[in-house]
């Protein structure tokens, strides 16, 4: 007869966390739709192209914010934490990258 290990726990997944987790994936999957729209469109300047890069930036501050508000709480998960602060950090970083390259070409 195998023994059965149950860990009963009161931990749950902050839901700060969760909207950085959120906040994140719709940062990077709308700079990576507005570059890949861009570059279909021959690189069109177009003014919705940055205006979602805009709001992707300022989602992806706004995550960060979050992410680490939700590692500040105590007995919780940290999981969705950590994927929402790597995801938003990848969006801010997509940002500069498309902000060098602008500046060079």
């Known amino acids: ?3 059965k290990n149950y860990i009963f726990t009161n931990k749950e997944h902050p839901k700060k966390a969760i909207m950085s987790t959120i ?4 940062s990077v999957a709308s ?3 507005a570059a ?4 279909m469109d021959k690189g069109a300047e177009n003014m919705r192209y940055g205006a979602a890069c805009f709001l992707a930036m300022i989602f992806a501050f706004i995550g960060m914010i ?7 709480e105590k ?3 940290y999981l969705f934490c950590y994927i929402g ?3 938003n950090l990848a969006a801010l970083g997509l ?4 902000l060098y390259a602008g500046a060079l070409l």
């Open 36 to 39: 890949y729209l861009s570059y």
């Open 23 to 26: 906040l994140g994936v719709l």
């Open 95 to 98: 940002v500069s990258l498309i």
């Open 31 to 33: 700079l990576i739709l």
């Open 75 to 77: 007995d919780k998960f």
């Open 85 to 87: 602060m790597a995801l």
């Open 66 to 72: 979050l992410g680490t508000a939700g590692r500040m």
């Open 1 to 3: 007869m195998a023994k």
